[in-house]
Structures are given as C-alpha cells and as structure tokens.
C-alpha cells in the first residue's frame, strides 16, 4: 500500500501535524486494528533509507534512522 505524506515544511504547524496526523490514519486504518498499539513504525523514504517513527513520554513524535527491516 502506497500513500503520499505531506512535505515536511521549514517550519511545522498545528495544521502541517493535523494533515499528517490524517495522513497516517488514512494509510494505517486498515492496516492496524482500532485501539491496537506499537511502539514503533519503520518508515522507507523514497531512496530506500529506513527511518523509526516512535512517540516520546511527551506525546512528542520521533524519527530516527533505523537499519531494522520488517519481521
């Protein structure tokens, strides 16, 4: 499943967070029940670099390089 993501600005907004937010429930509704968690997605940019997309104890959303691959 392929999806577009927004790109990322200079400098973010609630409303570039709120579009991304959207984003990731379009692209993940099917794929990940209702209420079910992760502690982690892996993420592949367009020239095949894997990335973690994490939450902070803040609420904060993180994304790290990875060299994990899907299980």
């Known amino acids: 499943m ?7 600005p200079e400098r973010y907004t609630p409303a570039w967070a709120n579009n991304l937010a959207q984003a990731l ?3 993940f509704g ?3 029940s209702q209420d079910e ?3 982690r997605v892996v ?9 973690d ?11 790290t ?3 994990k691959a899907r299980a």
């Open 37 to 39: 968690e992760t502690p």
């Open 53 to 63: 997309l994490t939450v902070d104890n803040a609420g904060v959303l993180v994304v």
């Open 2 to 8: 392929n999806t577009q993501f927004p790109p990322a």
């Open 25 to 27: 429930r379009r692209y």
């Open 30 to 32: 099917a794929a990940v």
């Open 43 to 51: 993420l592949r940019a367009p020239n095949g670099s894997l990335f």
């Open 65 to 67: 390089p990875t060299e």
